[in-house]
């Protein structure tokens, strides 16, 4: 029998205020450019609950017992794999829901209503139902917040019962899937099917996160920080992501669905634009060949290669397939990624970076070790320099990965010619160490740098006797110049990267690797986005590596400009005490017709 009296009917959801069948528009922040729409497909699915009546208590009482037990089993496993890189929410999230699966009040009300005769199923949305209701009452923000929490940890249990995987990834899915979830680590992303995922919404996330990370590489947009979304959607809605803005929109009415579409269409144009550049090359109207490669660290980067018809990979972030793994890549996994990437390339040249861990990029199973600046700390060549076992053993995948090619390699955040100097005697010594073995290794190789501390930009002269080849991190650079961190939204606008100071520091940096002979390119982010790779070019910078998505856009900048113009405006601006000379780029891009 179920009992009536003060038990609050199952459904009340409905009376709290959550309707999934009206229009709802949010705004997020992008963390992954694009756009996209498509089906939404909630993560982690929520089980519509049919049979209410048990036929069988006993047996109810057992389901119950058993899917609370792995209910606790799984939220425990959940905190174990949390990537420490990100504590804040998603950590007090896990930790709340600990503290609602262990909390003997909610499983006695569990039991309570299977007693009553209810499914183990209808029993868990009864005592939700309750719960929720009487936590809207509180008027404690905190316990009002944590609602959600509850919510969640209600849908797991009732997957739990329902015997269903925990996220969608293993059910079928629609051909233009928009992924919803509260939050999702990189190697769950990587579970989808990719030729299906057409964009990703998620209620928290942030720029550096690993999961943002890799929507990138994948060239799948991603927009964050949508306060209410999983409350809000439901498996099937209509969903638009728009990845520039970072707006929102599920069950979208047809006025809204047509504006995108039409948003879209516009975009496929462009791609394609793009697209029928190619196999065209860089080449400025007054005849300066420019070089434009991508950046890469996972192997489904590698198609973009051939997509995008860049000139080789400039930067491959080696640290990227160790952060999205749950364990430190082997040796032999380590040499056939590094095999896959070359192979990929053919001919073109790639530049593996050795592993910049340290500041944002913690490895999920390394003890965390906080540091009141990491950004500052103990960080990518530091630590390989202290610990050189790591290095070591990539040093050595990578000479076993590029048998008979040639191997180029360089390392991050070198901040004197000495460290420089020790990071390549320990590759040299790999290098002996192979050869005494009798194992053939590269054919060649190309030792060189990132520059991404100020202090390595007036060491140039001495460093360039050592180094093959500089590659300029604008995003560590300009966040090193400026004392700005690079991931604070406060501050992300007062400093540009097209401030007369920062040209100048690129240009004597350019002037330097001319005068000792060596090859000089700009990896980061200014890079990419063609107004500030304008400025570059202008700067005498022959080679530029941005990411895949960006190679079509610079390519078409490159061939509408006249270098020898760019160089001169630059060359009268550079003393201008203006803050920042992107007004006056943005002008002379405009009046000369060049797509910035
Ligand atoms: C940079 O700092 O500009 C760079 C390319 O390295 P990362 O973004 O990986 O720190
Ligand atoms: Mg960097």
């Known amino acids: 029998m179920i009992a009536s009296g003060d038990l609050i ?22 963390f992954a450019e694009g756009l996209a729409i498509g089906n939404a497909v909630l993560h982690e699915p929520r089980v519509k609950v049919e049979r209410l009546i048990a036929e069988d208590v006993e047996e ?98 009732l997957r739990h019962l329902a015997g269903l995987a925990d996220t969608a990834a293993l059910l079928s899915m629609p051909e233009n899937a928009v992924l919803i979830a509260r939050n999702m680590g990189p190697a769950e992303l990587l579970d989808y099917d990719r030729t299906r995922l057409k964009a990703v919404l998620l209620e928290e996330g942030s720029p550096t996160s690993h999961v943002s990370i890799v929507a990138r590489a994948l060239g799948i947009p991603l927009v964050g920080r949508i306060e209410g979304l999983v409350d809000q959607a439901d498996t099937g809605n209509w969903a638009i992501v728009d990845g520039e803005t970072g707006e929102v929109h599920l069950r979208p009415t047809g006025d809204i669905q047509n504006a995108y579409r039409a948003k879209l269409a516009l975009r496929a144009q462009r791609q394609a634009e793009f697209a029928a550049l190619r196999d065209k090359p860089a080449v400025t109207r007054d005849g300066a060949m420019v070089q434009l490669m991508m950046n890469a660290g996972l192997s489904t980067d590698l198609p973009m290669l051939d997509e995008t018809g860049a000139e080789g990979i400039g930067l491959f972030r080696t640290e990227l397939p160790f952060m999205v793994s749950h364990r430190l890549p082997t040796l032999a996994e380590q040499t056939q990624l590094y095999a896959d990437v070359l192979a990929a390339a053919g001919p073109r040249p790639v530049v593996f970076r050795t592993l910049d861990l340290g500041g944002d990029k913690v490895l999920p199973y390394a003890k965390p070790d906080p540091e009141e600046n990491p950004a500052l700390g103990w960080r990518a060549i530091r630590m390989a320099l202290d610990r050189p076992v790591l290095l070591r053993y990539q040093v050595r995948a990578m000479l076993a990965g590029a048998r008979g090619r040639q191997l180029r390699i360089m390392f991050p955040m070198v901040a004197h010619v000495a460290e420089f100097r020790a990071a390549r005697a320990l590759v040299e010594r790999e290098v002996r160490r192979l050869e005494r073995h009798g194992h053939q290794g590269p054919e060649s190789f190309a030792i060189g740098t990132m520059l991404e501390v100020p202090s390595l930009a007036f060491a140039l002269p001495a460093l360039l006797k050592e180094a093959d080849f500089l590659s300029v991190g604008t995003n560590d650079l300009m966040q090193f110049f400026f004392a700005a961190d690079r991931g604070n939204p406060r501050i992300g606008g007062r400093y540009d990267a097209l401030a007369p100071a920062m040209l100048r520091l690129i240009a004597s940096c350019v002037a330097a690797a001319r005068e000792a002979g060596k090859p000089l390119s700009v990896c980061g982010e200014m890079a990419a986005r063609p107004l500030e790779a304008m400025a570059l070019v202008g700067l005498g910078v022959e080679t530029l590596s941005m990411s ?39 002008e002379f891009a405009d009046t000369a017709n060049i797509p910035v």
């Open 9 to 30: 009917p199952l459904g009340e959801l409905e009376e709290t205020g959550i309707r999934r069948d009206r229009p709802w528009r949010a705004q997020g922040t992008a």
């Open 60 to 157: 109810e009482r057992r389901r119950i017992e058993k899917a609370v037990e792995e209910l606790r089993a799984s939220v425990d496993a959940l905190i174990d794999a949390h990537d420490p890189a990100h504590p804040g929410e998603s950590r007090e999230v896990l930790e709340s829901y600990r503290m609602f699966a262990q909390d003997a009040g909610w499983v006695n009300r569990l039991r309570e209503a299977v007693n009553t005769g209810l499914t183990a199923e209808a029993a868990v949305e009864r005592v939700q139902s309750e719960t929720r209701a009487r936590m809207m009452r509180q008027t404690d923000p905190y316990l009002r917040e944590r609602l959600h929490d509850l919510d969640d940890l209600g849908n797991r249990l």
């Open 548 to 586: 895949p998505q960006a190679v079509g856009p610079v390519k078409m900048m490159v061939r509408a400009l006249d270098r020898s113009k760019v160089t001169d405006l630059i060359n009268g601006l550079i003393d201008s005490p203006e803050a920042s000379l992107r007004p006056r780029l943005k």
